[in-house]
């Protein structure tokens, strides 16, 4: 295995974090908009305002809009389906739930690889991984209190996302390295466009907006004019998306997976963060008691598998 050195580690560690804190406005702008706008029209807006920045990707880091161009776009297409419904669900719940809640239950995503990874690529994982995994999901018991006064059945929203997300990876691994990341982003993009359509098709009229929990009601709520300044808002996700993914495939691009990866839970700063500015919430005794085990047990299982995979290479 051909190891990145310091310097290039280094700045992928800064382009990961530069990139998750990007992507941690786009989850703030959706969670204020999620009372009064329907999630299918935000994500209309996000992906029609995201295609020039995709196809702009493309030509300056892939030598040309032909990079997109591939025979394997039916299978990047169903990934990028996968995908919707992984965010659709991370999106609905933070209609609902605290960002920190959220974003350290969508952690579980990690730990659900490993289960995944046995299953569908029949790999080997050690019993310390498999304590990680263990550890972890206890870590989501303690935060999602199942059968207590506090559980609200929106907790399993973000599970529900680390378990497609975490699928959508494995479809990754088996995809291999035939197509670049800016055709799978473009693709993946494509994905979340026909699907918000799809949603604006069934719920846009607003027939269906008789739920009163803060997550049914952004799925259901009907399509609404927006002021421009919301409507700036919707459209800047794009923006974010395109330039956040950017930031993320240039880490993994640079950089040494294994020592880049467990960065990645820097995005829970950022949700207890802008949870606590906007909207003053912050997680109890044993919300961070379940946030530190969580992330504890992911950033165990990303470091062993990256060991585990040096030691095989």
């Known amino acids: 295995m051909i190891k990145a050195a310091p310097s290039a580690n280094l700045r992928a ?6 990139g998750i804190a990007v992507f941690s406005v786009q989850d703030l702008i959706l969670k204020l908009l999620s009372g009064d706008y329907p999630l299918s029209e935000a994500m209309v807006l996000r992906s029609l305002t995201a295609i020039p920045f995709m196809l702009a990707i493309a030509w300056w880091f892939d030598g040309g809009v032909s990079s997109i161009v591939s025979r394997s776009w039916p299978a990047m297409l169903a990934r990028g389906v996968l995908n919707f419904l992984a965010y659709t669900a991370y999106y609905l719940a933070l209609a609902a739930l605290p960002m920190a809640t959220t974003v350290a239950l969508y ?23 498999w304590l990680a995994v263990g550890v972890g999901f206890a870590g989501v018991l303690i935060m999602v209190r199942p059968g207590g006064a506090l559980f609200d059945w929106a907790a399993l929203l973000p599970i529900f996302c680390g378990f497609a997300y975490a699928l959508s990876m494995i479809m990754a691994r088996t995809m291999g390295t035939r197509d670049s990341a800016a055709a ?27 739920a009163m929990h803060p997550s049914l009601a952004f799925l259901t709520r009907g399509w609404a004019s927006p ?14 998306a395109a330039v956040g993914l950017t930031l993320l495939t240039q880490a993994y691009r640079i950089g040494q997976s294994s020592v880049v990866a467990p960065f990645e839970f820097s995005f829970a700063f950022w949700g207890i963060l802008w949870g606590w500015l906007f909207w003053g919430q912050l997680p109890d005794g044993p919300g961070w008691l379940g946030i530190a085990i969580i992330i504890a047990a992911g950033i165990y299982v990303l470091r062993a598998e990256g060991v585990e995979g040096a030691a095989k290479a």
Do not use: K
Not at 13 to 18: K, P
Not at 107 to 129: D, G, H, Y
């Open 13 to 18: 560690i800064l382009c990961l974090c530069a």
């Open 107 to 129: 952690f579980t995503a990690p730990l659900i690889i490993v289960i995944l990874s046995v299953v569908m690529l029949r790999e080997r994982v050690s019993v310390r991984r």
């Open 184 to 210: 799978m982003a473009f693709w993946g993009n494509n994905a979340f466009l026909l699907c918000g359509l799809a949603l604006s098709a069934v719920f846009g009229g607003g027939h269906h907006a008789e």
């Open 227 to 240: 002021t421009a300044y919301d409507a700036l808002l919707m459209c800047a996700c794009g923006v974010i």
